[in-house]
Each structure stands twice: as C-alpha cells, then as structure tokens.
C-alpha cells in the first residue's frame, strides 16, 4: 500500500522558514518523480514544487519560486521542502504525491497532509 506521510509544519511568523518532510512506502521511491502541493483554505490542491526521480531538476510554481527548494533523499525514501521568506499567503495544508497529469497526483490515495500558518 502506498503511504505518504507529511510532517514539519506549523505557526510561524511572516518572514521565517520551515522544513517539510514527506515519508514515502510501498512504492520504488527512486523511480518517481515527486512533487509537493499546497491547499489553501477555501482553494483547491495545487502544485507548488516537483522533482525528478533523481533529484537532478526541480520547477516551482512562481509564486515561491526563489524561496523554496524542493530536495530528495532517495536512500531515506524522503522528499523536503525547504521553505524560506514564508508569506500570509503560503498559509495552507501540504502534501506530497508523484506529479500526475494535469496538476493532480498519481496516487490515488494521499496522505494527512501537514498544516502551515504564516501569521503574525
């Protein structure tokens, strides 16, 4: 069974940085590409970060581009988000999947998610 699990978020003032953790089994890790979306309140999933199955090229979504960097430990079965100079408007839930098409996720089944709040 495929799992993903999120874990790192949290409350943090405009301006900090957090480190995102996605813990990923029941697949060969390797052989995806990953990606990280966000869901804000009120919004639906998007796609915010990807990486190749290698780790060898990654693409954000404009809005946080420049401030956070999509990274893979494919030993660890792990993919992270760093993210620096967070905003009000970066405040959503994060997940983790491999990229389908369109924007949407390959797996079916998603995990928890893991909440992050930028606020003063």
């Known amino acids: 069974q495929v799992q993903l699990v999120e874990s790192g978020g949290g409350l943090v003032q405009p301006g900090g940085s957090l480190r995102l953790s996605c813990a990923a089994s029941?697949?060969?890790?390797?052989?995806?590409?990953m990606s990280w979306y966000q869901q804000a309140p009120g919004k639906e999933r998007e796609l915010v970060a990807s990486?190749?199955?290698?780790?060898?090229?990654?693409i954000y979504a404009d809005s946080v581009k420049g401030r956070f960097t999509i990274s893979r430990d494919n030993v660890k079965n792990t993919v992270y988000l760093q993210m620096n100079s967070l905003k009000p408007e970066d405040t959503a839930v994060y997940y983790c999947?491999?990229?389908?098409?369109?924007?949407?996720?390959?797996?079916?089944?998603w995990g928890p998610g893991t909440r992050v709040t930028v606020s003063s």
């Open positions: 990486i190749t199955s290698t780790g060898g090229s990654t």
């Open positions: 029941g697949f060969t890790f390797r052989r995806y590409a």
């Open positions: 999947n491999a990229p389908g098409v369109g924007g949407t996720g390959f797996f079916g089944s």
